[in-house]
């Protein structure tokens, strides 16, 4: 089974910025991509950013300048750099984690934290 722990957020004001981090353990599984989806009040989950264990990343388009996701393979964890946030981020952000192992691929999901940026 794999475990999915997520640290960070909180409360900020506008144009500040916050980290979040995952961290990913599972034993004989491979994790071939890390991100982050997040879902505001009455919103469905979306995608926010991701990095594949090449370290190809891609952004949504409203976080691109603002956001950026890095990942340290050999821990097997995954950061979210924000920056000069807007109240329109506030949302419960997810990590997400793409699993490998037996050439199956599997997803999880981290437990949520939230991220509220006050005007």
């Known amino acids: 089974q794999v475990q999915v722990v997520e640290s960070g957020g909180g409360l900020v004001q506008a144009g500040g910025s916050l980290t979040l981090s995952c961290a990913a353990s599972g034993s004989s599984f491979s994790f071939v991509a890390m991100g982050w989806y997040r879902q505001g009040p009455g919103t469905q989950r979306e995608f926010v950013a991701i990095v594949r264990t090449g370290g190809n990343t891609n952004y949504e388009d409203s976080v691109k300048g603002r956001f950026t996701i890095s990942r340290d393979n050999a821990k097997n964890t995954v950061h979210l750099q924000m920056d000069s946030l807007k109240p329109e981020d506030t949302a419960v952000y997810y990590c997400?984690?793409?699993?490998?192992?037996?050439?199956?691929?599997?997803?999880?999901w981290g437990q949520g934290t939230q991220v509220t940026v006050s005007s």
């Open positions: 997400y984690v793409e699993a490998l192992r037996s050439g199956n691929t599997y997803q999880y």
